[in-house]
């Protein structure tokens, strides 16, 4: 006999081998693998819509934000709202915080929506990437670009903070990066690479002129996120996360780099905004200043203090920052000169205040008129709140920055 496997049986059993590795493959690839691909019963694939870009103004010469701080989202229908009425306990859970932001998206007709973390509340999500796709689900929706960062509960369910950024990437008509690619800055580090910098959500947005403008193809205004982490150990003691020197560097570089808009229509630096999630510690110093809204709990930061708002301040560009965390503070203040703004809180399943209805923030930016009636560069920059009450009712409105001929 040359080869036993000549013989029938041989055969056979080489067969029933062959088939059981198969159907273990196949059972392994159903198990370990499908799971991932499949979020409920929506399969996930490479994102299918992709917003209109670059951002832009509009022919009206206004660009529109609107800022949802802390969703909080759980599980949907079945989770709970945290500190409503008694009252309204009963018939309240995470379909009131998406009712609310179609409200929101339909009674302000954005131009751009920033989600500025806790987008879910991580420990009360059975799957992450299903929550995070039910809480952005009006925004996705309504067809408008949309970018978040990253909280301090999102990473508290099923994935890490590096795989929820690289998720919120591809969901549709996202405009959110994981980190800046090395392109994007003015240093000389390998083209395409993704930048060495700390967390994952940093990233620049620019938003071009208005359209048919002589600025039509320039950056005017610049949208910074930035990752502030989530919890980190100090000397032994735990504290919150905060925005890292790597972070710091870069931001610093691109504010400072070639921006496509030096040309003769625009001498300075276009004004920016920022949007990270826990508040830095000098905002705790607005306690006895003149602040636009509401101070009703502690400043919940790092107790590091890693230099942003030097940073900010040295940097120039930047006028207003947009943070959350904090649900029951609502205000905004100035601190040398920049704009420090809470969301207060979206969602119903966060915590709050009894009575105290969840509110959104809106900004405005617009534009200014040439002299042959062409829109230039921006102008001012307003703010006001809406809450989540019948009417909407819009509160708080002020003025953030107005440009001076220099
Ligand atoms: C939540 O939504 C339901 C209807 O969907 C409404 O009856 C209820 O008043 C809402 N609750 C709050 C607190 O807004
Ligand atoms: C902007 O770019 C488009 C397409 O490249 C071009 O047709 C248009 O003339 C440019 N506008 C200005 C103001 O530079």
């Known amino acids: ?32 693998i499908a799971d991932r691909l499949l979020v409920g019963h929506r399969p996930v694939s490479v994102k299918k819509n992709n917003p209109d870009l670059p951002l832009r103004f509009r022919s009206d010469g206004s660009f529109k934000i609107l800022q949802v701080a802390d969703m909080h989202y759980g599980n949907g229908g079945l989770t709970r709202c945290r500190d409503v009425l008694d009252s309204e306990f009963a018939h309240c859970s995470d379909h009131n ?9 339909e009674a302000e007709k954005p ?14 999500s059975a799957d992450a990437a299903e929550s995070m796709l039910r809480a ?7 067809g408008l670009p949309w970018a978040a960062v990253l909280g301090n509960h999102d990473q508290e369910s099923t994935m890490t903070r590096e795989e929820l950024m690289s998720f919120i990437s591809l969901i549709d008509y996202s405009v959110s ?32 002129g208005a359209p048919g403008s002589h600025l039509a193809n320039s950056s005017i205004l610049n949208l910074f ?11 032994g003691v735990r504290t919150y996360g905060w925005i890292k020197e790597s972070q710091l560097r870069w931001i610093r570089g691109v504010s400072q780099g070639p921006d496509h808009s030096d040309n003769a229509f625009t001498l300075d630096k276009p004004p920016a905004l920022a949007f990270f999630h826990i508040p830095i510690p000098e905002i705790r110093q607005l306690w006895n200043k003149d602040i636009v809204g509401k101070f009703q709990e502690a400043v919940a930061c790092s ?57 959104a923030r809106v900004i405005l930016a617009e534009l200014r008129k040439g002299e042959k009636g062409s829109w230039m560069g921006v102008e001012r920059i307003r703010t006001w709140k809406r809450l989540d009450d019948e009417k909407l009712s819009k509160i708080d409105e002020q003025f953030l920055w107005e440009y001076q001929l220099s």
């Not at 915080?97 to 998206?105: A, E, G, H, N």
């Open 177 to 208: 990066q994981v980190n800046p690619l090395a392109e994007d800055s003015s240093n000389l580090a390998k083209e395409g690479r993704m930048q060495d910098i700390d967390g994952f959500g940093n990233y620049n947005l620019r938003v071009y």
């Open 225 to 235: 996120f930035l990752d502030s982490g989530d919890r980190e150990t100090v000397h």
């Open 136 to 142: 952005f689900g009006p925004a996705i929706e309504s």
């Open 303 to 359: 107790s590091v203090n890693s230099g942003v708002l030097e940073t900010l301040v040295s940097m120039g560009d930047v006028k207003a920052v947009f943070m959350g965390h904090d649900h029951n503070n609502d205000f905004c203040g100035n601190l040398d000169g920049v704009w420090f703004c809470y969301g207060g809180g979206f969602g119903y399943h966060g915590y709050g205040k009894k009575g105290w209805p969840r509110r």
């Open 97 to 105: 915080t998406s009712l609310f932001l179609k409200r929101m998206i």
């Open 1 to 32: 006999m040359s080869s036993s496997s000549s013989s029938p049986t041989a055969k056979w059993s080489h067969s029933f081998l062959y088939l059981t590795f198969l159907y273990a493959l196949l059972y392994f690839v159903h198990t370990q």
């Open 111 to 124: 131009d751009f929506i920033a989600f500025t973390g806790d987008n879910i509340f991580g420990s009360s």
